[in-house]
């Protein structure tokens, strides 16, 4: 069900944004194929989990790839800007530095 609904979201183009190790939903549900990600997996998790295209896997700490937004979560303030930057929301990107 929940791999139904993220299947779908990704049909209908939304924004999915996954940070730390959730890009596993991602990638069970079929949403991370044939897209560059990140996951705060180690390779070694990745390789067992048995699901994940390591080919376009990214050491970058935020990935964006269409409407596909994935981070490691030491990567959470870059992550929360690109997922802002997405949703075109207005803020202040230097929010968290002042």
Known sequence: MLFDFISHVN????????????PSLLAKAGVLKNKKYTVGLS???LDKLGFFDLSHLSEDLVVQDGNIITARGIGFIQFGITVGKALHLSFDENWYRA
């Open 11 to 22: 049909a209908e183009g939304a924004i999915i944004a996954s940070i730390s190790s959730t």
């Open 43 to 45: 390779l070694e998790g």
